[in-house]
C-alpha cells in the first residue's frame, strides 16, 4: 500500500510553487512496465474510494484506494485462459468496486463488497460474442451494465446486478426482444466512439445511449431510460438540424450522467452542414421519464463554427448541477459548460497555455459545489506532454492552471486524462504516462485546503 503523499517531498521542486500549494503530486499506481495497455477506466465515490482497471500483461487488473492510499494493483480476471480486454470498473461508498471486462469475447465481472475486500466472479453474459462492456453504479449501490454483441448486427444489451448475479433488462439473449436497439436491423452501440455508455440511477434504473447506423458512416444518437429490469422507449437525441444547419448524420462519443432525483443528461458529438463543411458541435439533452429535453449547445462555437468539438465529459452531482468538458479539434484549446438550476452555460475556455495537438478533457464536480476541468497539454517540439487542472471551489471561480504530472518519468498520454470529486472537497485525477516503451498508471488529488510545504 502507497500513500499519496508519499511522492509529494521529491516532486515539491518539480512543480511551481503556486501548483504546490495545491496539488498532491502524482503518485505511480501501477507500472511503469512495458505490458501496460490500454486505456484506464477510473471511478471516485463520493466517499473518497476510488479505483482504477486497466490491462496488465493482457489481463485485467484493478487497483483501488481507500483511506488516502492506494493498495497494490491486482490481477482480476485469475484462472481464465487467454487476453481479457475493455476493462470497466465502477465504485460505490465503502469501496465496493465492480470491474467489468471481455475474456473471450464474453462480458463478465467481478466485485468486491467493500474496500480491502477480495473480488468475486460474477458473469455477465457469456453469449453471443461482445465487443464492448460498461459498469456503472449510483451512490445507493445499484449497478447496470451495458455491453455491445457482435455477429451479425451489433445489439446493445443491459443488465442489473443483484448481488453477485446479473439479471436482463428485458428478455435475455437470444430473444431479440431484449435488445435495446431502435431497430434491429441496423447496427447498435458497435463499441468504439459509438458507445454504448450507461448511468446507473438512485432506486433502481438507468439510462444507456448509443450510436446507431443510419447507412454508410451515418449514426445518429439513441437513448433509453430503464426502471428496474424494465426498458422504456428508444428516444432519437440527434436533431435533424441545428439553428438552420442541416445534420450531416454523425453523432459520436456519448457520456452519461444523472442527479440524485434520477434527471439524466446526455453529452455528444453531433455533426452539422454548414456551407460546404461538416462542423462537429456538443450537444447536451436531458433524458426524462417523458422524453428528451431540448438540446443545448455548449461548445461555445456560436452560430457560425470555424472548428469542431469532441469528446465531451460530463459530470453531474446530487443537486443537479454540472460541469462538462470537451476539447477543441483544430486550435486543441480545452473548453468547459456549467449546469446550474436545469439550464447550460454556452461554453467558456479553460485552458491558457494553448496545446500543439488534441489532447483530451475531464471533468469532475461533487456534491457541495466544488469542482475541476482537466486536460492534457502538448507543448509541441518533443516536449513532454503535462496534466493540467483548474479547480473551482463551491461557490467561487476557476483558479489557475495546476500541472499534475512529474514529466520526468514519462510524456502525459493524450487523452488519458480521467477525473473525480470526493465529498471533501479534493478531485482525484488519473492519467497514464509514457517513458520509452514503458507506461505508469499516475494519480494526484487537487486538495480541497492550500497545503503548507510541511504538511507533505
Given amino acids: 500500500m502507497r500513500p499519496l503523499l508519499a511522492l509529494a517531498t521529491a516532486l515539491l521542486l518539480a512543480v511551481p510553487a503556486a501548483a504546490a500549494a495545491n496539488v498532491v503530486p502524482a503518485t505511480t499506481v501501477a507500472g511503469p512496465s512495458d505490458k501496460l495497455t490500454g486505456t484506464i477506466s477510473f471511478d471516485v465515490a463520493p466517499d473518497g474510494t476510488a479505483a482504477v482497471g486497466f490491462l496488465l500483461d493482457g489481463h485485467a487488473t484493478v487497483a483501488r484506494y481507500a483511506n488516502g492510499a492506494w493498495s497494490p494493483a491486482e490481477r482480476v480476471d485469475t484462472g481464465l485462459a487467454g487476453a481479457s480486454s475493455s476493462v470497466s470498473v465502477t465504485v460505490s461508498p465503502g469501496g465496493r468496486v465492480v470491474a467489468a471486462f471481455l475474456n473471450g469475447q464474453r462480458a463478465l465481472s467481478r466485485v468486491s463488497p467493500a474496500s480491502g475486500q477480495p473480488f468475486t466472479a460474477a458473469d455477465i453474459q457469456l453469449d453471443p460474442a461482445h465487443n464492448a462492456v460498461e459498469v456503472d453504479a449510483a451512490e445507493d449501490g445499484t449497478t447496470y451494465a451495458v455491453t455491445s454483441t457482435t455477429g451479425g448486427q451489433s445489439d446493445v444489451r443491459a443488465y442489473r446486478l443483484n448481488g453477485t448475479t446479473w439479471q436482463s433488462v428485458g428478455p435475455a439473449f437470444p430473444d431479440p426482444a431484449g435488445a435495446l436497439d431502435a431497430d434491429q436491423a441496423k447496427d447498435a452501440g458497435p463499441a468504439g466512439q459509438e458507445g454504448p455508455v450507461l448511468t446507473a440511477l ?227 485525477v488519473a492519467f497514464t504516462q509514457l517513458a520509452g516503451a514503458e507506461r505508469r498508471v499516475a494519480v494526484a488529488r487537487l486538495d480541497a485546503r492550500r497545503r503548507r510545504r510541511h504538511d507533505a
Fill in 202 to 428: 438512485r432506486g433502481g434504473g438507468a439510462v444507456v445511449a448509443w450510436g446507431e447506423d443510419e447507412g454508410v458512416s451515418a449514426f445518429r444518437m439513441w437513448a433509453r431510460r430503464i426502471d428496474g429490469l424494465t426498458a422504456g422507449p428508444a428516444r432519437k437525441a440527434s436533431p435533424d438540424a441545428l439553428d438552420g444547419a442541416p445534420s450531416a448524420k454523425f453523432a459520436l462519443l456519448p457520456d452519461l450522467d444523472a442527479d440524485a432525483a434520477g434527471r439524466a443528461w446526455l453529452a455528444f458529438r453531433d455533426d452539422f452542414v454548414y456551407g460546404a463543411t461538416n462542423r462537429a458541435r456538443i450537444l447536451v439533452r436531458s433524458v426524462d421519464p417523458g422524453g428528451l429535453g431540448d438540446p443545448a449547445v455548449v461548445d461555445g462555437l456560436g452560430a457560425s463554427p470555424t472548428e469542431g468539438s469532441e469528446f465531451p465529459r460530463v459530470d453531474v452531482n446530487a443537486k443537479g448541477d454540472g460541469l462538462l468538458a470537451t476539447p477543441r479539434q483544430l486550435s486543441n484549446q480545452s473548453w468547459a459548460a456549467t449546469l446550474t438550476g436545469g439550464a447550460w452555460s454556452p461554453g467558456f475556455r479553460m485552458d491558457v497555455t494553448g496545446s500543439d495537438s488534441v489532447t483530451g478533457a475531464w471533468s469532475a464536480l461533487g456534491d457541495d459545489g466544488t469542482g475541476a476541468v482537466a486536460w492534457v497539454r502538448d507543448p509541441g517540439g518533443g516536449g513532454a506532454r503535462q496534466a493540467l487542472a483548474r479547480r473551482r471551489p463551491a461557490g467561487g471561480a476557476f483558479g489557475p492552471e495546476l500541472p499534475l504530472a512529474d514529466t520526468a518519468l514519462g510524456s502525459v498520454e493524450g487523452q488519458s486524462v480521467r477525473a473525480g470529486a470526493m465529498t471533501d472537497c479534493s478531485v482525484l
